[in-house]
């Protein structure tokens, strides 16, 4: 069965640095989706992404972050100066049309020291 | 005020048994989605199970139905015969609105279910 994957699975960075999450949605899903959880918390909608461009951010997502789809199989997360509350737990989703069911990554879990 | 409210922190049910973790959702939109996903201690999150607003039956998959009274907002998960693989995190989620938005989804804080044998 298809699925979503991520890598790295962990990441650990110091603060301050760049770090590009990656993911392989779906093949042939169109929307892309990140998501972050900080420990304990809820999921966070970060961004959504579709024919090459953003169609919503959210507060959380500022100018320190940023999305692409650098060839036809990845979306990545870039996170430009990284800082300690960027620590979180970050997932990738795809779906197949807008509306449809989203399915995740298994994460990869960002440590910010 | 929170869009999604998942009001159990925490619930036990023993093995076999039948339990209902509960989901309410605040909305203007007539047409609106709502998820359940599935976390366990490994981090992934799984999806269960969906409900759309004008869908005029409850949906199930398999051991998991969804309990939706759209007048109460509510959008309760049944899980039957619980196993032990399905102590993990449980979380509701809802996606609003339609006409060209990608449709994020808004999470509640979710409900911890242990399974005990």
């Known amino acids: 069965e298809p699925e979503v994957t991520q890598t790295p699975s962990h990441q650990v960075t110091q603060m301050g640095q760049e770090v590009i999450l990656r993911c392989v949605p779906i093949s042939n899903h169109l929307y892309f989706y990140w998501y972050r959880q900080i420990l304990g918390q809820k999921v966070e909608f970060l961004v959504s992404?579709?024919?090459?461009?953003?169609?919503?951010k959210s507060e959380i997502f500022d100018d320190q972050f940023s999305v692409e789809r650098p060839d036809g199989s990845n979306f990545t997360l870039k996170i430009r100066s990284t800082k300690l509350e960027d620590s979180a737990m970050y997932f990738c989703?795809?779906?197949?049309?807008?509306?449809?069911?989203?399915?995740f990554g298994p994460g990869t879990r960002l440590t910010v020291l | 005020a929170q869009k999604i409210t998942q009001t159990q922190p925490g619930m036990f049910v023993q093995e076999k048994e039948a339990v209902t973790l509960d989901c309410t959702y605040d909305?203007?939109?007539?047409?609106?989605?709502l998820f359940w996903y599935k976390q366990p201690s490994s981090g992934e999150m799984i999806f269960l199970i969906y409900?759309?607003?004008?869908?005029?039956q409850n949906a199930t998959e398999g051991r998991y139905s969804l309990n939706f009274q759209k007048a109460r907002k509510s959008a309760n998960l049944v899980i039957s015969a619980s196993q032990l693989g399905d102590s993990a995190m449980y979380f509701c989620?809802?996606?609003?609105?339609?006409?060209?938005?990608?449709?994020?989804?808004?999470f509640g804080k979710g409900t911890l279910l242990t399974v005990n044998p």
């Open positions: 989703a795809s779906s197949l049309r807008t509306g449809h069911t989203q399915y």
């Open positions: 989620a809802m996606r609003e609105g339609r006409g060209g938005s990608n449709y994020k989804l808004t």
């Open positions: 409900q759309g607003s004008y869908d005029q």
């Open positions: 992404f579709y024919n090459n461009e953003i169609s919503e």
């Open positions: 909305t203007s939109d007539p047409s609106y989605g």
